[in-house]
């Protein structure tokens, strides 16, 4: 057990539908990242926030949305859902610049 | 820019013989070098660390690298491999200055240890 928790483990919706996928970081981390894998990918790069504040930006669509709350916890709003946006949502946290991230389980979308 | 390279996207072993899975990277300060496999339809998981120090580092499950500064890599090894070795592996960096602690990633490289 990584101490990152992710819910939903599974979602199936609908195109044109908006979810959002949440993630609990271990306890005192304050990074969060998130990635999305898509079927036999590597990994991609969304966002990361670091106590609150968000400090980097990869490939994230405009119709994909995220945030970090004062509790740490962080929640990534997925809208106008396309068949593509179908993989792997990965939550990962870690403490500081020599530490290791820990990641979720994740968070399956499937959207039909 | 910062980059992590995994040149191969598959690496094939026979159990019992060593394996290398290869990492270059670039940063344009120190780093600080990760290692992390991943199982099916599971979450990525913490195999190993260079911060300082020893440049041969030891991980989960008989995994090492070597961090090597001129030549800018972290190959993952294994004397011995386990048919359960078989996993997806990326290497990740992180510049020590970089006050975002942002982590770049490789491809990854798909292992497969036959029997």
């Known amino acids: 057990d990584s101490g990152v928790t992710q819910t939903p483990k599974h979602l199936i919706t609908a195109t044109g539908q908006r979810v959002t996928l949440r993630c609990s970081p271990r306890?005192?981390?304050?990074?969060v990242y998130w990635y999305q894998q898509s079927l036999d990918q590597g990994l991609q790069f969304l966002i990361q926030?670091?106590?609150?504040?968000?400090?980097a930006k990869g490939n994230i669509l405009e119709r994909f949305s995220a945030q970090q709350f004062p509790d740490l916890h962080s929640e990534l709003n997925l809208s106008s859902l396309e068949l593509g946006d179908s993989a792997l949502y990965f939550c990962a946290s870690s403490a500081g610049s020599n530490t290791e991230a820990f990641f979720g389980q994740g968070t399956r979308l499937t959207v039909v | 820019a910062q980059s992590v390279a995994q040149p191969e996207d598959q690496v094939n072993v026979a159990e019992g013989n060593p394996l290398t899975v290869k990492c270059t990277y670039s940063v344009s300060g120190n780093p600080y070098l990760f290692w992390y496999v991943q199982y099916p339809n599971r979450g990525l998981q913490f195999l190993l660390k260079?911060?300082?120090?020893d440049n041969l580092v030891k991980g989960s499950y008989g995994f090492e690298a070597e961090f090597n500064k001129s030549q800018t890599s972290f190959h993952l090894k294994k004397p011995s491999a386990l048919v359960s070795d078989s996993a997806l592996y990326f290497c990740a960096v992180r510049d020590i200055e970089d006050s975002n602690y942002q982590l770049i990633w490789g491809a990854g490289t798909k292992l497969i240890i036959k029997p």
């Open positions: 260079y911060i300082t120090g």
């Open positions: 306890s005192g981390d304050l990074s």
């Open positions: 926030y670091y106590n609150g504040e968000e400090r």
